[in-house]
């Protein structure tokens, strides 16, 4: 799943984006309010967690833009103690939920993790991908009924493409998804992660993951 964090202290940014990505979570992060705002909007997003005292745009005139737009995303706020003002209005803008800094990483995978399972989170709990079914909860993998046992990127990468099956996903779309960079800086990690994968997942010689030549990957939905 694909998160968005705008949060313009670094520590704290940082903090979240390095301990999401060892849940196995894909991570954008931003620093000021129009670039969350542009995010949000444009970016296809599993959760957003939005700092409400935001240079150039409030965190709460971000989330009202996100909600006038009619996107029902889960908002968690990250508010400093005291701004109780803040939290009340975030929450009648539409927030799901808030967490108050300083906080500990086990409260705010806690809080995400709650939002990701609402009922209206359509896939919040797993992917099912023709014979392959990946589930959230467990960080389980099975091809064919046999499970298949993925380090926490090789876990990242597969369900970044079981979100977009038999989509040509570019390197570059790849790479800004599960390892956050905005550009290919001349890298062959993911060939060499897509690889891992096809190793992996390989059952009575087929492969689900296919290279579209000079484009990147496809991840194709069979039950073969």
Same mark, same amino acid.
């Given at each position: /799943? ?7 202290? %670094? ?7 390095? !301990? ?12 000021? &309010? ?39 995303? %889960? ?14 209005? &975030?929450?009648?803008? !539409? ?6 800094? %300083? ?9 995400? =993790?709650?939002?990701?399972?609402? %009922? ?22 099975? @091809? ?17 493409? /079981? ?54 990957? =496809?991840?194709?939905? @069979?039950?073969?």
């Amino acid at each position: /799943m694909h998160i968005l964090v705008a949060e313009d202290e %670094p520590a704290i940014a940082d903090f979240i984006e390095r !301990g999401l990505r060892a849940e196995g979570y894909s991570v954008t992060c931003v620093h000021d &309010g129009a670039a969350a705002q542009i995010e949000a909007l444009n970016g296809d997003y599993a959760l957003v967690l939005l700092d409400i005292l935001l240079p150039k745009q409030s965190g709460l005139a971000v989330l009202a833009a996100i909600r006038e737009r009619g996107s029902d995303v %889960p908002e968690i706020l990250l508010t400093a103690r005291g701004e109780v003002e803040h939290k009340v209005e &975030g929450l009648d803008k !539409g927030a799901n939920d808030y967490v108050v800094k %300083p906080f500990s990483f086990e409260e705010l995978t806690a809080r995400v =993790r709650a939002q990701l399972r609402r %009922p209206n989170q359509a896939g919040a709990d797993g992917l099912e991908v023709g014979d392959i079914t990946l589930d959230f909860r467990t960080r389980q993998v099975r @091809r064919a009924g046999e499970e298949v046992h993925l380090t926490a990127r090789e876990f990242e990468l597969l369900a970044y493409l /079981m979100r977009h099956p038999n989509q040509v996903l570019s390197r570059g779309q790849i790479l800004n998804a599960v390892w956050g960079f905005d550009h290919e800086p001349g890298t062959n990690v993911i060939d060499v992660y897509v690889g891992y994968l096809r190793r992996k997942l390989r059952t009575n010689g087929t492969v689900p993951i296919e290279t579209v030549r000079s484009v990147g990957y =496809r991840l194709v939905a @069979r039950d073969d």
